[in-house]
Nanobody, 120 residues
Framework: QAQLVESGGGLVQPGGSLRLSCAAS????????MGWYRQALGKQRDPVAVVTGGGSTKYANSVKGRFTISRDNAKNTVYLQMNSLKPEDTAVYYCYAEVTTTSRRKYDYWGQGTQVTVSS
């Protein structure tokens, strides 16, 4: 079993910045891909950014050049640096991790979600 705990959401004005963090803990042998999704009110959950175990990254077109995903493998933590935020970035942000447990089973785990609101 593993758990993901997110932090860093909040209210920010347009053009501002926020940094989200997501720490994985529990019976973790290794983590492959990690990433962030978001879900705006009344809409589906969409991918925002992902980082592979090898460090390759991929972004949604809507956030390219503004958001940066990174990970600290020693801490089993993934980050999302969000700059130049826009009102349309308002959503609940969820992190996920592709975990291999100490029993060598593979699961996808999700965080509980953190609210990001961009408004003046």
């Amino acid at each position: 079993q593993a758990q993901l705990v997110e932090s860093g959401g909040g209210l920010v004005q347009p053009g501002g910045s926020l940094r989200l963090s997501c720490a994985a803990s529990g019976s973790i042998f290794s983590i492959n891909g990690m990433g962030w999704y978001r879900q705006a009110l009344g809409k589906q959950r969409d991918p925002v950014a992902v980082v592979t175990g090898g460090g390759s990254t991929k972004y949604a077109n809507s956030v390219k050049g503004r958001f940066t995903i990174s990970r600290d493998n020693a801490k089993n933590t993934v980050y999302l640096q969000m700059n130049s935020l826009k009102p349309e970035d308002t959503a609940v942000y969820y992190c996920y991790a592709e975990v291999t447990t100490t029993s060598r089973r593979k699961y996808d785990y999700w965080g509980q979600g953190t609210q990001v609101t961009v408004s003046s």
